[in-house]
């Protein structure tokens, strides 16, 4: 049985993170409806720095609806809906240490609408419970 067919999505799986090895790696995929919510991460070889995209496709063409979101101070780990938001949890990096971040985004409009950070660590995940950040 096929539940949905996806666009075809180019993965290039490397063992090593080494920013002058590879592009885009896939860290996360998200189902919403009749969209597909995609968490890239990719070097920037102009800034020196490794930035994270959100892309959303539309099931079955692969069409972009939007522009991709790109956060150059968060580095997304993990994706998860839950009602009409889409929710990203990850890290940023301050000194020599991470800072988790979680943050919220309409799934209608792709605004972010909240955004927490901690004090020290990084969720290699996020599980909504009831829906609130």
């Known amino acids: 049985m096929v539940v949905a067919q996806y666009h075809r999505v180019e993965v290039v799986w490397r ?3 080494n920013p ?3 592009p885009d790696i ?3 995929t998200c189902l919403g409806g009749d969209r597909l919510y995609i968490v890239y991460r990719s070097y920037s070889r102009e800034r020196g720095s490794w930035t994270s995209r959100l892309e959303v496709r539309e099931l079955g063409s692969g069409a972009l609806v939007a522009e991709p979101m790109v956060w150059d101070d968060v580095l997304w780990r993990s994706c998860n809906i839950y009602g009409g938001t889409l929710y ?3 890290y940023k990096v301050v000194g020599e240490g991470r800072v988790w971040v979680v943050a919220s985004l309409s799934l209608s ?3 972010e609408l909240r955004r927490v950070e901690g004090v ?3 969720p290699t995940h996020i599980t909504i419970y009831g829906g609130n950040l």
Do not use: P, T, V, Y
């Open 15 to 17: 063992k090593s993170l």
């Open 20 to 22: 002058d090895e590879g």
């Open 26 to 28: 896939l860290i996360s």
């Open 88 to 90: 990203l949890a990850g």
């Open 109 to 111: 409009s792709l605004q």
């Open 120 to 122: 020290s660590g990084a």
